[in-house]
């Protein structure tokens, strides 16, 4: 397993509120076909395809042609209604943006933990930043003058790497998840980051207070642009508010829901994609 796998998976698999993932999944997965997916998010999505290096792949893109573009990255549960939702919210902030979704799992989507785990190990991280990288440049070829790149938990992680790895990359906001050292030195940032975590997030070396600390240390040293955001009485994924994230949450054991939090976290996710975008 790539070092940036096993550091996620230790962090889910030590702590309290995941214990679902110490069962195997191998035998018994499931996934549920995204078309069967209930999705809140009512904003009509079109499907494109992205073509990198001999590799084809789907992407869901909302929003106005000819905006700001921003790349926005799954958690570790696949394309699915929450981060549909995101992009939705995030094509409608300000003047508008073209939001893209690009589908990393190629059409698989977790039912749960367990689940996620499989897909989340079986990702070819690599992989994952060139099809980034081949998003951002779809977008800047169909009308983006700049793109932008966010993402939560797995893709928060995923979006800090590209913001090092990926010059094509206009503008970085990640929430609560960090990249190992070995897929992305985050003292050789080139993209502005911007990052938000949860005070009482218990991923350790992902996305609690000491991972997101040392972030922001290197992150100085990179000398880019950056900020890095804790939010008092906040666990993981605390910017997952529909009912059925509110419900998936406290199956693994997050109980908190903080509407201040985040809509401060919005604002400044708006601020700094307007500033560099």
């Known amino acids: 397993m790539a070092t940036a796998q096993l550091l996620l998976r230790r962090a889910f698999a030590s702590s309290p509120s995941c214990s679902p993932l110490r069962r195997s999944p191998l035998d018994s997965a499931r996934f549920l076909p995204r078309a069967a997916m209930a999705s809140s998010a009512a904003a009509p999505f079109q499907k494109v395809q992205i073509q990198r290096e001999d590799t084809t792949f789907d992407a869901y893109v909302v929003g106005k042609e000819n905006a700001p573009g921003i790349v926005v990255l799954q958690e570790w549960w696949g394309v699915d209604y929450e981060i549909k939702n995101h992009a939705d919210k995030i094509s409608q902030i300000g003047e508008g943006y073209r939001a893209l979704i690009p589908d990393l799992y190629r059409g698989k989507v977790a039912l749960d933990a367990a689940e996620a785990q499989h897909l989340m190990d079986g990702l070819d991280w690599q992989g994952a930043i060139k099809d980034i990288?081949?998003?951002?440049?779809?977008?800047?070829?169909?009308?983006?003058?700049?793109?932008?790149?966010?993402?939560?938990?797995?893709?928060?992680?995923?979006?800090?790497?590209?913001?090092?790895?990926?010059?094509?990359?206009?503008?970085?906001?990640?929430?609560?998840?960090?990249?190992?050292?070995?897929?992305?030195?985050?003292?050789?940032?080139?993209?502005?980051?911007?990052a938000h975590f949860g005070e009482l997030d218990n991923f350790v070396g992902f996305s609690d207070v000491t991972a997101a600390k040392s972030l922001e240390e290197k992150l100085k040293s990179s000398g880019v642009p950056h900020e890095v955001h804790i939010y008092t009485g906040c666990s993981h994924a605390f910017m997952n508010a529909s009912p059925e994230a509110l419900k998936r949450r406290k199956e693994m054991g997050s109980t908190d829901e903080n509407q201040g939090a985040i809509d401060l976290a919005w604002s400044r996710f708006s601020a700094w994609m307007a500033r560099f975008l």
């Open 133 to 194: 990288q081949a998003s951002v440049k779809w977008l800047k070829a169909n009308g983006s003058p700049k793109v932008g790149v966010t993402g939560y938990c797995m893709g928060g992680a995923l979006s800090i790497a590209t913001g090092v790895l990926v010059p094509e990359v206009d503008a970085v906001v990640a929430f609560y998840g960090t990249p190992s050292s070995e897929l992305a030195d985050t003292s050789k940032a080139q993209a502005p980051i911007q």
